[in-house]
């Protein structure tokens, strides 16, 4: 029974206490993406298993070990996504979007799904948020996207992060680096895992991402791919540094820095934070050049980065930012007695039309308990309807912080006066906190 009432190891609820610092961050987050000219794409949760096997690839821990696959009741092999690019990428080749003016830029906000072991900062469904451009193949654009995702970081409130960037080559220089990595973990094949032996005639690449600290070791002395890259590849890589260098945005290049998946090329990196233990990489991205045309769509150099919002959260908090609240109940209309109750509901959903948060009761409390209620709530304002002001037509708005009451028609003019009287407040708050900040400089 117990399994009814807990959630699946690896996933959290977020419960509506603890919603208002998602909400924030997200609406941040795709703003910031805007100013770039990034607009938002919504992909479906699942897709055809070999789209991740071709994309992020099949000698990945992604694909070997996390991926949830089942077989439709359709017989197809279908896969939770476990990152956004490779379905981003499939959608754009499927609409044609390629063939619109370039660059092609879109950011989106999702949750993806690997089974991985659970710890702090690392879930079996989190949520990223990413963006991807397709069509440039400057260094400008690497440089473009990199100042996204740094500005990204730092109008969510991030400070505590740093910026590793690394070039992983091309087509062209790859073979030769593969080829001296083949020779290294050759030499060592019996100290390393079985997937690792396996990934040394495929991949050998991967063996400097494998988690398993026996590999981890050896791959600490393997050759550095920055040594074997080729002219055009060190190029970008200048260029690169050279617009970061301009922008100011500051950043080391960390030689070992060679992704999880199989699509990079060029370009990758990091941003680390290392406030929040093991799981410090907040954000991750680079170029993948080749993935479009792999899956089928024209050569089209792309590029993209992602960052996970649960370990964002856990920096803010790390760094302890007060958490985003959420909205505050704008008035409470306390009725007493049925026809009083008719009348809150008129009341309520006129200010609610006119975009205030407006609340009245819906569970017969009485009045007493009512005023508990909006206290709870944090209501600005508080209204008690009963039959003497239903008779007048006037009730007494009432200022629930500083406890002053006055005067507003609960008929004609009521929106009037309830605006005016927020208005004045928002004015009153605003003195107030120019005085504090005079009084303290
Ligand atoms: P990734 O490095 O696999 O890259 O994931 C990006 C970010 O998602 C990580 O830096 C981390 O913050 C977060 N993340 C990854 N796995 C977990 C997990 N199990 N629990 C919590 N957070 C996690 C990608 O996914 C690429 N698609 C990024 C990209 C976009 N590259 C090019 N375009």
Redesign the pocket.
């Known amino acids: 029974m117990a399994l009814l009432t807990k959630a699946p190891r690896?996933t959290q609820d977020i419960l509506p206490a603890k919603i208002a610092p998602w909400q924030a961050m997200e609406r941040e987050l795709i703003a910031t993406a805007q100013r770039f000219g990034f607009q938002e794409i919504r992909t479906p949760t699942f897709e055809h298993t070999e789209l991740f096997n071709r994309s992020?690839g099949d000698t990945t821990d992604?694909v070997q070990k996390?991926m949830y696959t089942f077989q439709d009741k359709g017989d197809r092999s279908i896969t939770l996504r476990?990152?956004?690019?490779?379905g981003a990428a499939r959608a754009v080749i499927e609409h044609g979007l390629l063939a619109e003016a370039l660059p092609v830029k879109v950011s989106y906000l999702l949750s993806?799904f690997?089974y991985?072991k659970?710890q702090a900062?690392?879930?079996?469904e989190?949520?990223?948020f990413?963006?991807?451009m397709y069509g440039s193949a400057s260094p400008a654009a690497d440089a473009d996207l990199i100042a996204l995702a740094s500005q990204a970081l730092e109008n969510i409130g991030i400070r505590e992060v740093s910026l590793e960037i690394n070039s992983i080559g091309c087509p062209h220089c790859r073979p030769v680096y593969l080829q001296a990595l083949r020779e290294y973990f050759g030499a060592r094949q019996d100290q390393l895992c079985p997937t690792c032996r396996e990934r040394l005639g495929k991949n050998p690449l991967r063996i400097l991402d494998c988690k398993n600290p026996d590999c981890a070791a050896i791959a600490a002395g393997a050759p550095l791919v920055l040594d074997h890259l080729c002219g055009d590849c060190r190029e970008h890589f200048d260029g690169l540094k050279a617009r970061l260098d301009a922008m100011g945005i500051p950043y080391t290049v960390n030689p070992r820095i060679v992704?999880?998946?199989d699509?990079?090329t060029r370009t990758v990196f990091?941003?680390v934070s290392s406030g929040i233990g093991a799981?410090g990489?907040?954000?991750?991205?680079?170029?993948?050049d080749g993935l479009i045309q792999e899956l089928g769509g024209p050569q089209t150099p792309a590029?993209?980065?992602?960052?996970?919002?649960?370990?964002?959260l856990l920096v803010l908090e790390a760094q302890g930012n007060p958490p985003a609240q959420g909205e505050r109940c704008d008035l409470y209309v306390a009725p007493m007695g049925e026809n009083a109750s008719v009348r809150a509901f008129q009341l309520v959903n006129l200010l609610r039309a006119e975009g205030y948060y407006g609340e009245t009761d819906l569970m017969g409390r009485s009045l007493r308990a009512q005023m508990k209620y909006a206290d709870k709530l944090g209501c600005r304002f508080s209204l008690v309807l009963g039959d003497n002001e239903l008779e007048t037509g006037e009730a007494r708005l009432k200022d629930m912080e500083t406890g002053e009451s006055l005067p507003i028609p609960l008929g004609e003019g009521f929106l009037e006066e309830f605006d005016r009287r927020m208005a004045a407040r928002a004015y009153a708050q605003l003195e107030q906190s120019i005085q504090e900040e005079l009084a303290g400089e």
């Open positions: 690896g992020v992604v996390e476990p990152e956004g690019t490779a993806c690997r991985e659970p900062g690392r879930l079996r989190f949520h990223q990413g963006a991807e992704r999880g998946l699509y990079y990091e941003f799981q990489t907040v954000c991750g991205g680079g170029r993948y590029l993209g980065f992602a960052m996970g919002l649960e370990r964002l």
